[in-house]
């Protein structure tokens, strides 16, 4: 089965992906990936996006977006 199909901000109600749980814990985790990062006085803003717009848009494309 291809996992590398799941973008998570979509994934709420993707039942078809239900088999996936009973593999021994299966690929999916509710467990958020969090990071830190502080800012300086430098930085314009800050871009927070879920994985699904980052497939779709290049790093500068997302900066002249948010311009």
């Known amino acids: 089965m291809d996992i590398g199909q799941l973008n998570i901000a979509r994934a709420l109600g993707d039942w078809h992906?239900?088999?996936?749980?009973?593999m021994d814990g299966g690929p999916l985790c509710a467990e958020?990936?969090?990071?830190s990062t502080k800012l300086s006085a430098e930085d314009e803003f800050l871009i927070m996006l879920c994985d699904?717009?980052?497939?779709?848009?290049m790093s500068?494309?997302?900066?002249?977006?948010a311009r």
């Open 32 to 35: 958020p990936e969090v990071m």
């Open 17 to 22: 992906m239900d088999e996936l749980r009973r």
């Open 60 to 65: 500068q494309n997302t900066v002249d977006f």
């Open 52 to 57: 699904g717009i980052w497939d779709v848009f």
